[in-house]
């Protein structure tokens, strides 16, 4: 279900479209349907439908059929779910799940699709402290569920409840398309509850099962900004835990934030307030300083990630080589390919450049479309420039090359292999292997030369 508004969030953007962990709200539900191998998810839009169904649209690689059904208006839970109906086979299991709860995990549901066998409604139920807003389980004096009875409508008695439903329920779907058609509104919110075909199941004389849980954050939903925050905690901290068990070693585990997929190999160490965005491998032994964010990038075995260090390797991807060391304050960025023991120190950007092994550019320079070979020392202040304002070319660095100190290379040029230039020298023109060159105006000295003064005041 993602049809309803989400008024509490005070934004434009669908409620079910907004982030934790780097993905929609929907798209976490969304990969959990694809984990229960489900053959079909039908979502269930309203507001913002065209921009959901799109969202939803953009997601590759699924294993599964996705349909739409379009709710308008939003008349409540069960009217939700009757719109879902025509794109129901009867010889299946219907798995109601929401939109705003992104933490479900596959297990649960898989124990939940068990407990209905697929002939029995079950209910998804964990107890609370403090029920408030939620349904409560009601049973007989035997521990059979007899009825889910909505806050607003509860007694005194039951709202002393403490076991509520968690919104998510595993049904046969010939039973659920026979029970929704017998849904009414007159509750005190004229809304057509789906949780009424508990009532239903009842009256038939069919079981109704619950399979409680006790871990609140799998069904906590997202109806505001500060819920959405709170849940993003507890998502990373999951990760962190995870990341942990797995040997990598956190200097904090509250101060990390995982916004895609992060694999880490054996005795990795990541420092505090670090980002992992998209596709992110870290290789054996690799170190990750504080303050860096790191994404879409592979960071080979024994690398250090000085602190400060921004890596984005968008749609190209980045890699750093074996032992290399990268920053403090560095800017990889995509296309960025470094071989082993390559150095790029403070204030250093890399875009799609190739540096060989031993390859160093330590500081204050900028390597763009440059192919670089084998220990080539790229000096302080210098920049490759790539661009003549319409189009890019590119820059070649021989092996052994010694590039001083605020140099420009103006591509396309080829640096022969050996070769050192000057620094300050602004080079247009390709040099042989071996060559000192030397771009620059002479140096002139003026003996006895006297500074302008100022005129003196009237």
Request: charged share 20%; glycine share 12%.
């Amino acid at each position: 279900m993602a049809a309803g508004k989400g008024t509490r969030m005070k934004s434009a953007l669908p409620k079910v479209l907004h982030r934790l962990g780097g993905r929609a709200l929907l798209q976490h539900v969304l990969d959990t349907a694809a984990s229960l191998q489900a053959r079909k998810v039908v979502v269930i839009t309203g507001h913002g439908a065209a921009q959901v169904e799109a969202a939803c649209q953009a997601n590759t690689g699924t294993n599964y059929a996705m349909e739409f059904a379009r709710q308008e208006p939003q008349l409540g839970t069960g009217h939700a779910v009757q719109q879902a109906l025509p794109h129901l086979a009867d010889d299946g299991v219907v798995v109601v799940l929401s939109g705003d709860v992104p933490l479900t995990q596959a297990d649960t549901l898989f124990h939940l699709i068990a407990a209905s066998g697929g002939t029995r409604l079950a209910l998804l139920t964990l107890e609370m402290p403090d029920p408030t807003g939620y349904g409560r389980i009601v049973r007989n004096a035997d521990g059979a569920v007899r009825a889910i009875v909505e806050h607003k409508d509860a007694s005194p008695e039951q709202r002393h409840i403490q076991e509520v439903y968690s919104g998510i329920m595993a049904v046969p779907a010939a039973s659920l398309r026979r029970w929704l058609a017998r849904l009414g509104n007159h509750n005190a919110q004229g809304e057509y509850y789906l949780t009424d075909i508990v009532r239903f199941a009842v009256s038939d004389g069919e079981a109704v099962v619950a399979h409680k849980i006790t871990d609140a954050v799998q069904v906590a939903g997202v109806n505001s900004p500060v819920q959405l925050a709170q849940l993003e905690r507890a998502y990373q901290l999951g990760v962190a835990h995870k990341l942990m068990e797995e040997g990598v070693r956190l200097a904090d585990p509250a101060r990390l934030d995982v916004r895609g997929d992060l694999s880490c190999a054996h005795d990795v160490s990541i420092d505090v307030n670090c980002v992992f965005e998209g596709q992110v491998n870290l290789g054996e032994g690799v170190r990750i300083g504080a303050n860096c964010v790191i994404a879409n990038a592979v960071i080979e075995a024994g690398a250090v990630i000085h602190p400060f260090t921004h890596i984005d390797g968008e749609k190209l991807g980045v890699t750093v080589g074996v032992g290399s060391l990268i920053g403090p304050f560095a800017r990889l960025r995509p296309g960025a390919r470094l071989g082993s023991e390559v150095h790029i120190g403070n204030f250093v950007e890399v875009k799609n450049s190739t540096l060989a092994d031993g390859a160093k550019a330590n500081h204050l320079a900028y390597l763009g479309d440059a192919t670089v070979g084998e220990r080539v020392n790229f000096g302080a202040g210098s920049i490759t420039a790539n661009y003549d304002g319409a189009n890019k070319h590119r820059t070649v660095i021989g092996a052994d090359v010694h590039v001083g100190s605020n140099c420009v290379l103006i591509a396309p040029l080829t640096l022969g292999a050996g070769g050192t230039v000057g620094g300050g020298s602004t080079l247009t023109k390709s040099t042989p292997p071996g060559a000192l060159t030397v771009a620059r105006g002479k140096q002139v000295s003026i003996a006895d030369w006297s500074r302008p003064k100022k005129a003196p005041k009237a």
